[in-house]
């Protein structure tokens, strides 16, 4: 069974568009983060939540909204999609982020957008 | 100042070679370290955590200089297979992992 699932893998979009990516976590996890991986393969940390609850908001335009209806789900939701906002979002989780042994994240496979 | 640093490179070493790359980061608070390794439209994998005493797996050793504020991953005997992107993480408790860009691997024949 994979442990950080997220759907779909692909997703070819036109400007304007919402959309939403998907993600569920069968290890048991408390925290939940989305990343994003752009055309220079920067990884950098959007969201994370831990227990349904947001506790990173990094810089994100608030056209992107995480929801997470449990600690094993995290999808995301994105409205007016932007050319720039093409890239890999990758799900994951971590056991928690209070303590260090805790701090292994393990990423879904990556959905894989293109605005158009 | 970027958080985390490493140099992209491409390194390319032939099979059997030695190498070594080095990983900055600017956060004296940091508190645990990781090299995460990515293959070519996967996803990042973890490939080691890095202890302050330095830790060993196989043919990789990864290295940490809190002084310095800096790691390092080596690999021994290179093989074909290892031929990826080398990810960089660094973490303070209570947040998420920051990544450098990774630096990029290619071994040859």
């Known amino acids: 069974d994979t442990a950080v699932s997220q759907t779909p893998k692909y997703l070819v979009t036109q400007m304007g568009n919402d959309k939403s990516i998907k993600c569920e976590q069968n290890?048991?996890?408390?925290?939940m983060y989305w990343y994003k991986q752009d055309s220079k393969k920067f990884l950098k940390i959007m969201f994370s939540?831990?227990?349904?609850?947001?506790?990173i908001n990094e810089t994100v335009p608030n056209r992107f909204s995480p929801k997470s209806p449990d600690k094993a789900h995290l999808n995301l939701h994105i409205n007016s999609l932007e050319l720039g906002d093409s890239a890999v979002y990758f799900c994951?989780?971590?056991?928690?982020?209070?303590?260090?042994?805790?701090?292994?994240?393990?990423f879904g496979e990556g959905s894989w957008l293109t605005v158009v | 100042r970027k958080e985390v640093e490493q140099d992209p490179g491409p390194f390319n070493v032939p099979e059997g070679a030695t190498v070594a790359f080095n990983c900055t980061y600017s956060?004296?608070?940091?508190?645990?370290f990781f090299w995460y390794r990515q293959d070519c439209r996967k996803e990042p994998k973890l490939l080691m955590s890095?202890?302050?005493s330095g830790n060993e797996d196989g043919r990789f050793t990864a290295q940490l200089n809190r002084a310095s504020q800096y790691i390092s991953l080596l690999i021994r005997d290179s093989k074909l297979s290892d031929s990826a992107t080398y990810l960089c993480?660094?973490?303070?408790?209570?947040?998420?992992?920051?990544f450098g860009k990774g630096t990029s691997l290619l071994v040859t024949p």
């Open positions: 993480a660094v973490n303070i408790a209570g947040y998420a992992l920051n």
């Open positions: 939540y831990n227990n349904k609850e947001l506790i």
């Open positions: 290890l048991g996890h408390d925290t």
């Open positions: 890095v202890y302050s």
């Open positions: 956060n004296s608070a940091s508190q645990s």
């Open positions: 994951a989780s971590s056991q928690s982020t209070g303590s260090l042994s805790g701090n292994t994240i393990y």
